[in-house]
């Protein structure tokens, strides 16, 4: 029992379920209870109904202080109770709907199925949860996992789209499920056994592996875990739990763009022997696509990488990387992205839309009498593919750096992924990638040059201006003066 059950006092005890019991207990002779009135208890269960019984009678005579405690404490004891015997009627359910099913998938071909075969499959399959994390697929830089009930609220046409398609697989152990840089083109969940994920060091390790296990699919069986991981390389994380789902990030990314369909790890059985169910892809898009909305921002933005000619080489891992620490940004005509003089936080990389970028400029000077003054200049434009504030990161870094830019939107719409200026440093301007960083840093050189030409042009032609007016000025002092 709770303990702190046990300590409630006489007015938390009172929620509309001990309440409840009080009201029938006041209408009726506890030692004449019937089996009627122990029916109305309908949040517990039949086999609960004697004990019921039993605790009613024992608390006849206590005081109403001692019967709401004793009360609170029957009914923890009988919910667990309760919960318990519902529990085990569940799993009990559960594995008789997995073998009946199973057995169907294992006897049936896909598309070949009859009513009767469709209803065993949809009945287990609306009976259980699938498990999904977003780390299973895709090396991410942090944990971030998100439970998704992906066969939760499914509709009778999805449930047979599934049902009708679903395809059974027995493996054993070190047989590939898929293989880095293989299409994606099927959705999987795991049944029983464990699946181990590798990546590959580099594209040449990829591609030699893949292409073995094309010729020799039996190649890694006798494989030791060492030769597995100079193979395919390094293990980096496992799917152990039951109904785990996994591959559906590569079906994400195709109905995006083809070249972002391909797997980004391999996945290998790590027990002696696993079950799968798999789904291909064109009746995942149709039945379950919509349930994973929430990993359609993260393929998303990975597509939006991509367009990036920076980015163009890295590995889908690898931007998969960046995209879990990266945030869409929505603004519209006059929003303003960056600010002159406040502080440097994030760096933005341009999608769509263009942005008009306005420096403030020191006017120097031309004699004793004048003042410096401070203008503000248009010094270019940014569109799809620029990255602002990235020159500010370079040229000081995070600590204590200001922007020297105001970024404003002149299209209808822009659109911009927001990276924090700490990860930018890390990840592109000293991350594994030094052609990126190079890059990166050429780019931003050259255009810095150009803005600057432009802010020396518009300096001389401020500094002429005053020098003509101071002229004319003096002109006109000498004629007044004559």
Known sequence: MNSSSSSLSSH??????????????????????????????????????????????????QSTS?????????????REQARYHKHVQAVALLKEYEGL????????????????????????????????????EEAAPVAVKTKLKTNEHL?????????????IMFLERNSAVFMQGSKGDYYYILVEGKIHLHSAVSASQEFKARERIKKDPDILQLMTQSKIEEFCGKHNFSISKKYSGFGELALLHST????????????????STAILVKLPKEHFDTALKSQHAEKMDLVLKVSFLKNFGVFKDWRTSSLIQLAYLMNIQKSSFGDKITLIDSP???????????VNLIRKVKIPRVSKEDKVTYKTHEIGGAGPSSILGDFETIMCGANNCRYKTTSVVKSAFCTTLVFSVNHFEDLVL?????????????????????????????????????????????????????
Not at 128 to 134: H, R
Not at 155 to 167: A, K
Not at 458 to 469: D, G, I
């Open 12 to 61: 938390q005890t009172i929620n509309r379920e001990p309440q409840y019991l009080l009201d029938l207990v006041a209408r009726y002779d506890l030692n004449s209870i019937t089996q009627h009135d122990l029916d109305q208890f309908t949040h517990f269960s039949q086999p609960n109904k004697f004990f019921l019984t039993v605790f009613l009678t024992r608390w006849r005579n």
């Open 155 to 167: 509709s009778e046409i999805q449930l047979t789209t599934i049902s009708q398609h679903l395809e």
């Open 66 to 78: 001692e019967r709401l405690h004793t009360l609170q404490l029957g009914f923890n004891a009988v």
């Open 101 to 136: 099913s199973l057995k169907t998938l294992e006897r049936t071909k896909p598309g070949e199925r009859s009513d009767d075969h469709l209803e065993n499959i949809s009945r287990w399959f609306k009976s259980f949860k699938i498990k999904s994390t977003t780390k299973y």
């Open 256 to 271: 995006l763009a083809a070249s972002d369909s391909e797997r980004s790890l391999t996945a290998l059985i790590g027990s």
């Open 344 to 354: 440097l936080n994030s760096v933005f990389f341009v999608l769509e839309g263009e």
């Open 430 to 482: 000293n991350g594994h990638d030094e052609e990126t960083a190079n890059t990166v840093k050429a780019n931003c050189r050259a255009l810095e040059r150009f803005r600057s030409d432009r802010v020396e042009n518009y300096v001389n032609k401020e500094l002429s201006a005053m020098v003509q007016k101071n002229a004319e000025k003096k002109m006109h002092g000498i004629m007044e003066a004559k």
